[in-house]
């Protein structure tokens, strides 16, 4: 098993910035596929970002490319998410989630099994 908290959401004002953070317990970090997903109130629950095992190879949403960063420290067992430029459009519940699957499926949600309890991020134009 593994288990997820993500930490750093907040309130920030229109073109500001936060940093997302999921720390993971159990289960080798490293095995995993990490991506951040986020749900806005009755929306689905979005991809934003992936990360690859290594580290090496990103993948992002259109709507957040040039905006968001992945990253990942497999010694200490944390994935980030840089997110600058904020937009009120960003508001929503954060989520990261944790593949054991292939690259191929990083975009889908059913192909993470360990979530996190979300953190929310509300930005005020």
């Known amino acids: 098993q593994v288990q997820l908290v993500e930490s750093g959401g907040g309130l920030v004002q229109a073109g500001g910035s936060l940093r997302l953070s999921c720390a993971a317990s159990g289960r080798t970090f490293s095995s995993l596929i990490m991506g951040w997903f986020r749900q806005a109130p009755g929306n689905e629950r979005d991809f934003v970002a992936a990360v690859s095992r290594s580290g090496s190879n990103t993948d992002y949403a259109d709507f957040v490319k040039g905006r968001f960063t992945i990253s990942r420290d497999n010694a200490k067992n944390t994935v980030y998410l840089q997110m600058n430029s904020l937009q009120p459009e960003d508001s929503a519940v954060y989520y990261c989630?944790?593949?054991?699957?292939?690259?191929?499926?990083?975009?889908?949600?059913?192909?993470?099994?360990?979530w996190g309890q979300g953190t929310q991020v509300t930005v005020s134009s």
């Open positions: 989630a944790g593949s054991s699957r292939t690259w191929y499926g990083r975009r889908r949600y059913a192909d993470y099994a360990y």
